[in-house]
Every structure is written in structure tokens, then in C-alpha cells.
């Protein structure tokens, strides 16, 4: 029995986060702390000039099969000469979150950890770095704790993740009591559990566990917002209706096509996700070297995206500019919009393209529909937020950890391994997600035993 | 003021005290070991047998220490065996009858051939202190005591209450006297105690026994010792029998509830889960038809019969129609009712790991006083307590061993980290570390313990080491390549064999034992005991589960190694919850990992604490570098 074990933050392995706020930004920078620092950025960093403690290189990062991901500077911090008096890599890439998330994954394939917050500080602390930090420190830490509970808390919705992993781990509690039974009480006349019994529960929770692993997907948008792209040809009225969105006259419009140059990008809520509009420059071959910048962000703003609005022109008909975005888009998440209702139908998008939202920016007649059909994107796309769902990173990782445990569980039972070493594997799944929702349970096991079997002589 | 003078005084004779006396006697100290009854010592008050799962765990384990209860049990034992052998070794635990008054003869007699130790027959009513520093016992007969420490091992003495039926009466044992006077000089003291309660079955005359109608239970044909010092041929010379309840029996105690004390409310102790009454059962799994009951000798020169399953408080004339109500027992007839016993105990968060009481400097607790059930149980702790008294005397540090180190260790964490409102029994459940903590290696781990302790005799330390060597030995044979390993065998068996296997490499694969390996003359097991073999063979077949849990060990270690100053302030850490302040501050835990085990504690206040901790300890630090 893992006695306590997971309420001890392990304080020798190597941890990582990102340490820029989510979302989009110019730089965003990763910090890799441990023992494993060198041998991590050995394997995925290729350098134009070799590392050295304290100097910033220049290099490229590159995933665990070799592709090259981003461009980043590096900077290393040898123990004891770092925040954390341990061995950090400083990285700074593209503010991208796609980016910053593939990174952080090759880092964790090499067997790091995501950081619980305020970890970095703690290690500063434990390591003795106090002159650097002092008793501001203590706060931060303090705060980042009780912060991370909060959050932690209002996320998981008051305890619906508890409820939704309860019937996973009570079954695990369940099968660890009649092994353990079987174990303890060899001499009493308990019955003991079949190994293809046991193998196919296991396997049952497993399946569960990744369903709801998979709610990380919309847990993630839940927690980071929704990135929804608004994209077509130039002229379109794409920033009408951004502003529409937004409310305000955030983006300039005029009549002028290709008034847009960057991507602009606000927040807005709906039914408390958190929706980031990005108004994009409109996609057009140009020759205009700035407005050319622009559709290539726009195309890769695409590619980041969540949702894509495609906006057509409903008083004009259909064109080649148009096709080219809609086939550019078909395999992303999108609503059509007809904005310019006002003017007159005549566009008509065609079969193979979804239902199309008819809408006028100017007059704001169809937004509420609009609004609508968001929504339902949105929540078809992800699950019930009120059922539990997975909302960090670090949740995602004990969820597949836990996966990985009761996998190697059914395989060993398979084996004929002995149960008291494949209880060593049962016991690591429900400690991952005692972890996600802070349960103990040693008396939990015995209680169960008891109950369930007539023992005592 | 003192009529007599000791270093340590154990009080009470029973499985704790005499593995206490013994410890602090042997490391040296002049001890007394206090008795109401020196022809009771050692007494086994409920079942005639010493060990099972995790029980004889505990047994090796005092034995590797240097203590007394296996090699009493080995020379007392009338049947053998091991159990749990169809699994790993890590859960493989002995189990033997005993002859109980054979027990207490043989117990006696290691008792009174040990150096600086005097028995004494006296009853202790008073615990007398200087300020919260103990200085001694008093006596009933009025005789003062003196002693730097004391060991209580007071089992169910304590304001014993035996409850028959409608009837109830004062006892501390079976037809023994209870102890009120020392009862209440204990309640006043301060501690936070409570009240508990245990059973014991009827007793039978085996002549009016009809044996043929039940299912035996022979001892193993190649029995296993408790002690690593044994080395006579053990023999079984009794049997065990198999019974059942069955419908009728059950309605009998269901018409017969309101008459259970247990169930009419007057019995306030709370009982242990895991040995519950006959009523009990009945009660909480009603749909079962029937409910085992083993038959076993008390001895060899005895008619009596212990009846195991069949604990009850019912009245007399009740039990004797249960009995009377099963097959085979038709015309049994019953030497002694079952009963159930109340008495006190110390809630035994009061103790620090050394058994020390927090309150009292000097005052040690073991047994059934601190919650325990079992004779096991309450030795383990008697020779703790026993080392660490003479350690207090000596004013050197305690003796604690940790949870991975011994089932001792995790007893005694778990009852000072969590404390108990049920009779606490062992299980192997209760080890995280359960594949390192085994009966093949119980003298690896804590025999250089308790020779540094002094409790090895020069002849069991030389012992040791020889046997060390030669399991030494064979590990590193089967780590050997061998030319000859058998080819034509594992060829004739389609294995593909890369030149040169080491046997270690053939034992991997799953499909070859060793067990054959020996038999087909592959590898010579010269003089390796049965459970050495299969340890060795289970270390290499599943060296991953293994490292895993080393991995966990190193683990904790550092969480234990991170101790807590006992005079940590919790009621100022900001971001601590009123009831996780309160309760560090009542348990008052000595390291990190300890603190982590206390129920009730979040992670985030782990960290907090974690954190607090280090920065005084860096403040500390800066402040007297500037100084």
C-alpha cells in the first residue's frame, strides 16, 4: 500500500513548465529543472554554438523522432548557479502554444515531469538557494498552492472530477481488496479472484480512464479559451464582424480590401469559455509585401485554431478566391457565415459545404444564430463540462500514467505474474489518480476486505 | 524512600513483557519483570499457535533481532506449517501449534537463564514520577520500586471486564484478577485512552469429540522453523480439523441475539473486524450458509480443544446448543465458555516510534495497551520497547526501525502516525514494501540491528554470517556462465539457448524453475532452505518489480531522512487548515514521510510544511554564517 507516498512530491527527478502565462505571445519560454537537464537538451537541441553555463545559444529543438519543431535560445544554468540550485535549461521559443506543448511532450518522452506549482520555488528552497529569494519566496509559494487548489477547485467544477474518476477508483479499491483478500486471508475461507476475471475488469477501467483522458481536449479549451479564427477573402466584412463579436471598434474597417494587416485578437465569453477571436488579414494573392506577412500568419493561424468562421459574401456570387479558402479549411472545425444579409442573397456556397449562417454585420441581424452555432460546435466537439473533465497538463499525465499502470497490471496477470507483485501496478493506477483528486485510502482497502469477506477466526 | 533498585521494570509477563525483560536484560540493564501470577508467564490467553500471514513475519523478525518468541515457539510447536506457498516468497509465513503450557515452561526457562534479569510475583498498582521523569513503580504490598524506566505491558488487565451472557464480571484473564488500582493510576495520568474489547472461543474435552466427521488439517511434511537459530528436526505431533456452522446453528444465535451483550449494548468496546464473534458474522453476512471453524489441540498433554472461528459472548446455554449443533460435536463437552473482555487503552498517537509515552520521560508502553491484538503483535513491540528503555537508560538515541526495513517498523509507525479505534492487527497489506520484507531475509535486515543493540549472542552472529555467505554464494553461482547448463535438456524442450546461458538467464524465462533446474541435477542447492531458493529465484524472474519497488524505497527515504524539529510552531504557517494545524500538532510527527501517513493530510499542506521547514532551516543557517 502506498502509504502517504503520493502526498510526497518527489524532490530528485526532473520537472518542466512553461513559465509564460497560456496564450499567444512573442516568446514563450520553457524551464526544465533536474538531473536530467543535460542529457535532455543533448538529445533535442541541434546548436550553432555549444552550451555553456549562463550564455544563450542559439539552436533548433527537435521532437523525439527527429523533426524539428522551433527555433529557440537556450540557456543553461549549472547547479549550483540557478534558480533552483539544480541544473535548468531556460528555453525560449515562438509564443506559440502548439509549439510550447510539443516541446514540453519531447521533454516529458525523456522522463521528466510537468511541475505542480510552485515547484521551482520549493526546490530553489530545498536546495538551499534562500539568498536569492527570501521570504518573498515563501509567499509566492504559499499562494501559488492555495491559487492552484482554487483554480483546481473551480475547474473541476466542485468536485466533479472526483465524482466522475469515484467509480474507476472504487472498483480499483474493489479488485485490491480481493487480491489482497486472497493474500492475507489464504487461511480463512475467501474465494480468490480469477486472473481473467480481474484482467478484464482491469481492462474495462482502463478503457474508461482513457475516455476520460480524452476530455482534456475540450478541458483544455475550457481552461485556455477557445482559439476561433475568422478568415476569408478581403472585403468580406471579416472585421465587421469581429467587432460585432467583440463589441467595439476594435479592428479598423474600411472599404478599402486588405485594410487588415496582423492578426488581431480579443476575448469574449460564451457561456464561460473563454472565446479568442482573431480577426485575420484576408486571404488573397498580393504583392504587397506586409499584406503578404499577413495571409501567411492567417494561414497559420488556421492551423491553430479551434474553430474557423469562414466568411462569404452573400451578395456575391461565389468565387475561386472563396473555394480556395473553403478547401484550405475542410478539414478544420468551421461555420460558414453569409455576412452581408443586408445586400441581398445571391451567394450559394454549395452541397459539400456546411449550412451556412446568413448574417449582417451592419445590421447584426443572424448573430444570435451565430452564437448558437458556435456553441454547438463547441460542445458537440467536447463533452458536458458538469460531467468532469480534465483541465491541465499535469492531470492528463496521471490519468495516462494510471492508464500505463493498469496496463502493465493486466499484462502480468496474464502472465501468471504473482499478485503481490502485480498489486504493485494496481496500486500506482489508483495512486495516479489519488493524486488528481487528493484521496487516501489504506483503511479504505481493509474496510472493503472486511466487508466483503467473513474473516476471523 | 526505594526498598528495591532496577534500571528498567517491566510490568507484566505476557508475550510483551517477556520479549521487553529479556531485550533490556540481555543488552546489559539490571531489569524486573513484574508478574501477578509466575506460573502464568507467558500465558497464551486465546489460541494455541504463534505465527500466520504477516504474523510470522513478525515472529522472524524478533527472532532475527535476537529475541525469544521464535525460538520458544519452535521448541513448544506440535504442528508445522507454511502458508501462502502457492504465491511469491514475499507473503510465504509460518504458522505452528503450540503446547501452551510447554510455551510457558520453555519461556521461563530462557526468561530465568538470562543474565540481570529477576522475576518477580507482586502486583504494580502505581507509577511514581518526578515531575513527568519516571522514578518507579509501587507496589500492592507496599514495597516502593525504583527504576530509571518502565515498560507497561499491561494486555487486558487494565479494568478487564469479561461479559458471559447477561453476566459480567472483573478479570484480566480467563479466572486471573484484573488490575483496577494500576487502571486508574493510568486514566489519571493524563492520556487519551479508551476502551476495547477482543473474545475467545469455547474450550472442548477432545474425548467427546467424534473426529471422524471432520476434515483434517496435517502440519507440512518438511515443517519450517521460526527461529534462524533452530536447528533440531521439528516434528508434528498433533492434527487440526475442519468444521462447519450451518443454517440451524445460525438461527439458534439469531433468536438468541437480545442475550449477546454485543448486541444488547453492554459492551461499549469497540471489537476487531477481522475476529469478529460468531454473532457477528452471522449478522453481517447473513446470507452465508455456513462459517469455518477449525479444531485445535491446546497441547499434547491435554484433552482441551481451542474451537478457532467460534469467538462469541454468547451466554453458556446458548453455546453449548451451538456446539451441540454441529456434526461431530454432538456430545462435546465444553471445559470453558467463550467470553468477550473489555479493557483500557492508551490511544497510542501518545507515544512517540521509540514507544516512549510523549508525556512521561522514561514511561514505555507495549502490547494490547497500545491498541494491539495478538501475540505477535504485542512481542514485536515488547522488544522494542524493551531496547529502547535500556537506550533511555543509557541515554543513547532510540532504536526505530523504519517501514521498509521491518513489519515491527510499520506496526509501530502506523499506530503512533494514525493511532487506533480497533484492535490493530498485521496484515501484509499494511506493507508498501511488502516484496522486500520476507521471512528468507528477515535476519539480513535486523540482525546486524540487534547485534549492534546487543541482543546477538558471538554463536548467532557467527552463525549469521556463515549463512549469509553461503546464500552469497549461490546467488553468484547462477550469475556464473556455464558451458554445461544443460543444453541437451533445453534443446530436447525447443528453448533457444544463446552459448554460455548463466542460470540466471535460464530463470528468467518463465517457463523454467528452478525448482526443476535442481531436480534434473543443473544447479546444486546444497544446503539452501526452501524459502532462500524461492526468494532468489523471484529476485531474478521478476527483477523489474523489485527495482520498481527499490525505486519507491529511495523514495521515502528521503522523505524520512528530512526530520521535523519537534518544536515546529504549525499555527503559523500561513496556508495550513485549522484541522491539518491541529492535528500536526497533536501527533507531532518526526520526519516529512511520517507526517505524510497522518490521515487527513492534503499534499499542498505536505509541500507547506516541507517548505516552512527548510526556510528556518536556511534562516538558520544565513544568520549564523553572518555571526
Redesign the interface.
Known amino acids: 500500500?502506498?502509504?502517504?507516498?503520493?502526498?510526497?512530491?518527489?524532490?530528485?527527478d526532473t520537472i518542466v513548465a512553461i513559465s509564460t502565462p497560456p496564450g499567444r505571445s512573442g516568446i514563450g519560454v520553457i524551464r526544465i529543472s533536474g538531473c536530467l537537464v543535460e542529457r535532455i537538451a543533448g538529445r533535442f537541441l541541434r546548436l550553432s554554438t555549444p552550451l555553456t553555463s549562463k550564455r544563450a545559444s542559439l539552436g533548433k529543438w527537435h521532437d523525439e523522432e527527429g523533426t524539428p519543431i522551433d527555433e529557440v535560445v537556450a540557456t543553461l544554468f549549472k547547479s549550483p548557479g540557478s534558480y533552483t540550485g539544480e541544473d535548468t535549461l531556460e528555453l525560449s521559443a515562438h509564443g506559440n502554444p502548439l509549439i510550447l506543448q510539443r516541446i514540453v511532450h519531447s521533454i516529458c518522452f525523456a522522463g521528466a515531469r510537468i511541475a505542480?506549482p510552485?515547484e521551482f520555488t520549493?526546490r530553489a528552497?530545498?536546495n538551499?538557494k534562500?539568498?536569492l529569494i527570501q521570504?518573498e519566496?515563501?509567499?509566492g509559494?504559499?499562494e501559488a498552492?492555495?491559487l492552484?487548489?482554487a483554480r483546481t477547485a473551480m475547474l473541476q467544477m466542485g468536485g466533479t472530477l472526483s465524482r466522475r474518476l469515484a467509480p474507476e477508483k472504487n472498483q480499483l479499491i474493489d479488485i485490491l481488496a480481493r487480491l489482497?483478500a486472497g493474500?492475507?486471508?489464504?487461511?480463512?475461507?475467501v474465494s480468490v479472484p480469477d486472473n481473467h476475471v480481474v484482467a478484464v475488469e482491469l481492462t474495462r477501467i482502463q478503457e474508461k480512464l482513457v475516455e476520460i483522458r480524452a476530455t482534456y481536449t475540450f478541458g483544455k479549451i475550457l481552461f485556455q479559451g477557445i482559439r476561433l479564427a475568422i478568415v476569408g477573402k478581403p472585403n468580406v466584412g471579416k472585421s465587421s464582424l469581429f467587432n460585432r463579436f467583440v463589441g467595439a471598434e476594435r479592428a479598423i474597417v474600411t472599404e478599402i480590401p486588405g485594410t487588415t494587416r496582423d492578426v488581431l485578437s480579443e476575448s469574449i465569453s460564451l457561456d464561460g469559455i473563454p472565446l479568442r477571436f482573431s480577426d485575420t488579414a484576408g486571404v488573397r494573392q498580393s504583392a504587397d509585401p506586409i499584406e503578404c506577412i499577413g495571409i501567411q500568419k492567417t494561414m497559420e493561424e488556421l492551423s491553430e485554431a479551434d474553430l474557423v468562421l469562414v466568411v462569404l459574401d452573400a451578395s456575391s456570387p461565389l468565387d475561386a478566391a472563396d473555394r480556395e479558402i473553403l478547401s484550405r479549411i475542410a478539414a478544420t472545425t468551421y461555420v460558414t457565415v453569409l455576412n452581408k444579409c443586408d445586400l441581398g442573397v445571391i451567394c450559394e456556397p454549395g452541397s459539400d459545404v456546411a449550412a451556412a449562417i446568413k448574417v449582417s454585420a451592419v445590421t447584426g441581424s443572424g448573430m444570435e444564430e451565430l452564437r448558437n452555432a458556435i456553441r454547438e460546435k463547441v460542445i458537440s466537439n467536447g463533452q458536458d463540462s458538469s460531467s468532469g473533465i480534465l483541465t491541465t497538463a499535469r492531470q492528463a499525465e496521471n490519468v495516462t500514467r494510471a492508464v500505463d499502470a493498469l496496463k502493465n497490471a493486466v499484462a502480468a496477470l496474464n502472465?501468471?505474474?504473482?499478485?503481490?507483485?502485480v498489486l504493485?501496478d494496481i496500486y500506482e493506477g489508483l495512486e495516479q489518480l489519488n493524486?488528481l483528486t487528493?484521496e487516501?485510502l489504506?483503511?479504505d482497502?481493509?474496510?472493503r476486505?472486511?466487508?466483503t469477506f467473513?474473516?476471523?477466526? | 524512600m526505594f526498598d528495591e533498585f532496577y534500571e528498567v521494570v517491566v510490568v507484566g509477563a505476557g508475550h510483551a513483557g517477556c520479549e521487553a525483560a529479556h531485550a533490556a536484560a540481555r543488552i546489559g540493564l539490571c531489569t524486573a519483570l513484574y508478574t501477578m501470577n509466575a506460573d502464568l508467564i507467558a500465558q497464551m490467553s486465546c489460541?494455541p499457535a504463534v505465527g500466520?500471514?504477516?504474523k510470522g513475519h513478525i515472529v522472524r523478525e524478533i527472532d532475527a533481532l535476537g529475541g525469544l518468541m521464535g525460538k520458544v515457539a519452535d521448541e513448544a510447536g506440535i504442528q508445522f506449517r507454511l502458508?501462502?506457498t502457492?504465491?511469491?516468497p514475499?507473503?510465504w509465513s509460518p504458522?505452528a501449534q503450540e503446547d501452551k503450557t510447554q510455551y510457558r515452561i520453555v519461556m521461563r526457562r530462557a526468561l530465568e537463564q538470562t543474565p540481570n534479569l529477576y522475576i518477580k510475583q507482586a502486583e504494580v498498582i502505581e507509577i511514581l514520577f518526578d515531575g513527568n521523569e519516571i522514578i518507579g513503580v509501587e507496589l500492592l504490598d507496599g514495597r516502593r520500586v525504583s527504576s530509571r524506566a518502565v515498560v507497561l505491558t499491561t494486555g487486558t488487565f487494565l479494568n478487564g471486564l469479561i461479559h458471559i451472557g447477561e453476566r459480567q464480571f472483573t478479570s484480566g484473564r480467563n479466572g486471573e484478577p484484573a488490575s483496577i488500582s494500576l487502571a486508574n493510576c493510568i486514566r489519571n495520568l493524563g492520556f487519551e485512552w479508551g476502551r476495547l474489547k477482543t473474545g475467545t472461543p469455547p474450550r472442548l474435552d477432545k474425548r467427546s469429540i467424534d473426529y471422524s466427521k471432520f476434515e483434517e488439517q496435517p502440519g507440512d511434511g518438511e515443517p519450517t522453523p521460526f527461529s534462524f537459530s533452530t536447528r533440531r528436526e521439528l516434528q508434528n505431533k498433533v492434527c487440526c480439523h475442519i468444521a462447519y456452522t450451518n443454517r440451524e446453528i445460525h438461527d439458534t444465535i439469531r433468536r438468541n441475539m437480545a442475550r449477546s451483550p454485543l448486541y444488547s449494548g453492554r459492551i461499549q468496546g469497540l471489537g476487531?473486524?477481522?475476529?469478529?464473534s460468531l454473532e457477528d458474522?452471522v449478522v453481517?453476512?447473513a446470507d452465508?450458509e455456513r462459517?469455518?471453524i477449525?479444531l485445535e489441540p491446546e497441547g499434547v498433554d491435554t484433552h482441551e480443544v481451542y474451537v478457532?472461528?467460534m469467538?462469541t459472548s454468547l451466554p453458556i446455554d446458548v453455546q453449548r446448543e451451538i456446539i451441540s449443533g454441529i456434526s461431530g460435536l454432538e456430545s462435546a463437552q465444553m471445559i470453558r465458555p467463550g467470553y468477550a473482555i473489555e479493557y483500557d487503552f492508551v490511544q497510542p498517537t501518545e507515544m512517540r516510534n521509540s514507544l516512549e509515552t510523549k508525556r512521561f520521560r522514561g514511561l514505555f508502553l507495549a502490547g494490547q495497551i497500545n491498541g494491539t491484538t495478538g501475540y505477535e503483535e504485542a512481542a514485536g513491540q515488547g522488544i522494542m520497547a524493551g531496547i529502547n528503555a535500556a537506550c533511555y537508560v543509557r541515554r543513547s538515541p532510540p532504536l526505530i526501525l523504519k517501514?521498509a526495513e521491518a513489519y515491527i517498523g510499520i506496526m509501530i509507525d502506523d499506530l503512533v502516525t494514525k493511532g487506533t479505534n480497533e484492535p490493530y492487527r498485521m496484515?501484509?497489506?499494511?506493507?508498501?514494501f511488502?516484496?522486500n520484507l520476507r521471512i528468507d531475509n528477515a535476519d539480513r535486515r535486523l540482525t546486524p540491528v540487534g547485534r549492534a543493540a546487543g541482543l546477538i549472542s558471538d554463536e548467532d552472529w557467527g552463525r549469521y554470517e556463515l549463512r549469509a555467505a553461503r546464500i552469497e554464494r549461490f546467488r553468484q553461482s547462477l550469475q556464473a556462465p556455464r558451458r554445461d547448463a544443460g543444453h541437451d535438456y533445453y534443446i530436447g524442450r525447443g528453448v533457444t539457448l544463446h552459448r554460455h546461458p548463466t542460470v540466471a538467464s535460464l530463470l528468467r524465462r518463465?517457463e523454467i524453475r528452478l525448482e526443476e533446474l535442481i531436480r534434473e541435477g543443473l544447479v546444486d542447492s546444497a544446503e539452501m532452505r526452501r524459502e532462500d531458493l524461492s526468494a532468489i529465484e523471484?529476485e531474478i524472474k521478476?527483477e523489474g518489480?523489485m527495482k520498481?519497488?527499490d525505486r519507491?524505497v529511495a523514495?521515502?527515504r528521503?522523505?524520512e531522512e528530512r526530520s521535523i524539529p519537534s518544536d515546529l510552531d504549525y499555527s503559523s504557517m500561513?496556508?495550513l487548515s485549522r484541522e491539518i494545524v491541529e492535528k500536526l500538532s497533536r501527533i507531532r510527527p518526526e520526519s516529512?514521510?511520517q507526517a505524510?501517513?497522518?490521515?487527513?493530510?492534503?499534499?499542498?499542506s505536505?509541500?507547506?510544511v516541507?517548505?516552512?521547514i527548510?526556510?528556518q532551516k536556511?534562516?538558520v543557517?544565513?544568520e549564523s554564517l553572518r555571526q
Open positions: 500500500m502506498q502509504e502517504g507516498l503520493h502526498k510526497l512530491i518527489p524532490t530528485d505542480a510552485g520549493m528552497v530545498l538551499g534562500m539568498d521570504a519566496a515563501v509567499r509559494f504559499v498552492q492555495t492552484a487548489q489482497e493474500i492475507d486471508f489464504a487461511e480463512d475461507d502472465q501468471g505474474v504473482p499478485h503481490e507483485m504493485l493524486v487528493g487516501v489504506t483503511d482497502i481493509l474496510g476486505i472486511f466487508s467473513c474473516i476471523g477466526k | 489460541n500466520g500471514i504477516a502458508l501462502n502457492g504465491r511469491g514475499a507473503v504458522r476487531p473486524r477481522y475476529c469478529p458474522k453481517k453476512f452465508r462459517h469455518q477449525i478457532n472461528g469467538s517501514r496484515f501484509t497489506s499494511r506493507a508498501e511488502r516484496l518463465p523471484t521478476y518489480y520498481q519497488q519507491e523514495r521515502i528521503k522523505a500561513s496556508g516529512i514521510a505524510s501517513r497522518i490521515p487527513g493530510i492534503t499534499p499542498a505536505m509541500s507547506i516541507l517548505f516552512h527548510e526556510v536556511n534562516r543557517r544565513s
